[in-house]
T-cell receptor
Framework: AQRVTQPEKLLSVFKGAPVELKCNYS??????LFWYVQYSRQRLQLLLR??SRESIKGFTADLNKGETSFHLKKPFAQEEDSAMYYC??????????????FGQGTILTVHP | DSGVTQTPKHLITATGQRVTLRCSPR?????VYWYQQSLDQGLQFLIH???????AKGNILERFSAQQFPDLHSELNLSSLELGDSALYFC????????????????FGAGSRLTVL
């Protein structure tokens, strides 16, 4: 079974400060990790995925298999980054054909 | 617009009633996933269909059922509704082939907000 843990339900920072949203996972196979973002009253959108190793809107995330973590980081937070962030893990094999398991989410608030 | 369409956007009903939520996946996507988002439970996977067949079940109650039709749209049926069923129900679709490896990117709809009074 796979599990995704986001230990912080709420995270507040000031504009321009660095931000790190934590995500830890447990999975017996080879995981595919994602970050999804949900802005106020909008649908979930893919922010980034570990296999592409890209930076989106200044956010990066590195998969650390040793620590089973996939923390999301941004060096300088902006007010428009305020949103709910979900870390998610994909079961690439087995019988569930890629369903996503989500963490509980972290509400990021960036104060001016 | 993500290409995944969900109707209705909002629905208010009473306990004991039955509702049907509808989802049209992105053009060409064969996989449809249903998720329930509530304040206390977060995002919970309910069920996954691929090309008309059920592929995986999550925390879906027996009072809930779903199906995917030949035109690939999907419906989630919620019956004997309880107050605790009030939530945002998301549908997501994926182009990924069943059983294949590679990043499985889900595209989400805007959700159907169900309020049970």
């Amino acid at each position: 079974a796979q599990r995704v843990t986001q230990p912080e339900k709420l995270l507040s920072v000031f504009k321009g400060a660095p931000v790190e949203l934590k995500c830890n996972y447990s999975y017996s196979g080879s995981p595919e990790l994602f970050w999804y973002v949900q802005y106020s009253r909008q649908r979930l959108q893919l922010l980034l995925r570990h296999i592409s190793r890209e930076s989106i809107k200044g956010f990066t995330a590195d998969l650390n298999k040793g620590e089973t973590s996939f923390h999301l980081k941004k060096p300088f937070a902006q007010e428009e980054d305020s949103a709910m962030y979900y870390c998610a893990l994909s079961d690439a094999g087995g019988t569930s054909y890629g369903k996503l398991t989500f963490g509980q989410g972290t509400i990021l608030t960036v104060h001016p | 617009d993500s290409g995944v369409t969900q109707t209705p956007k909002h629905l208010i009903t009473a306990t004991g009633q039955r509702v049907t939520l509808r989802c049209s996946p992105r053009s060409g996507d064969l996989s449809v996933y249903w998720y329930q988002q509530s304040l206390d439970q977060g995002l919970q996977f309910l069920i996954h269909y691929y090309n008309g067949e059920e592929r995986a079940k999550g925390n879906i109650l027996e009072r809930f059922s779903a199906q995917q039709f030949p035109d690939l749209h999907s419906e989630l049926n919620l019956s004997s509704l309880e107050l605790g069923d009030s939530a945002l129900y998301f549908c997501a679709s994926s182009a990924r082939l069943a059983g294949s490896r590679g990043a499985n990117v889900l595209t989400f709809g805007a959700g159907s907000r169900l309020t049970v009074l």
